[in-house]
């Protein structure tokens, strides 16, 4: 009864140990996340819809000029 005793208390020792040692090693493994990068579409869309608005900006005031001065 007194081996079980240690035996169980040898392999808790050996599955701390174990636990602890192969995660750090994994964590040092790993390559890190590259940086994100942008490549300039989502700028070229953001100047698109603000070139788009001005647009409709535009074509609405001068269609609201026109009906105005057409009475």
């Known amino acids: 009864m007194a081996i079980s005793k240690v035996l169980v208390g040898v392999f808790a020792v050996i599955a701390l140990v174990l636990s602890v040692s192969f995660p750090a090693a994994m964590a040092q493994a790993t390559a890190p996340a590259p940086a994100p990068t942008s490549d ?28 105005s001065y057409s009475f």
């Open 40 to 67: 300039g579409t989502s700028i070229d869309q953001g100047i698109a819809y603000v070139l788009m608005l001005v647009a409709l900006v535009l074509t609405y005031l001068i269609h609201a000029a026109n009906i």
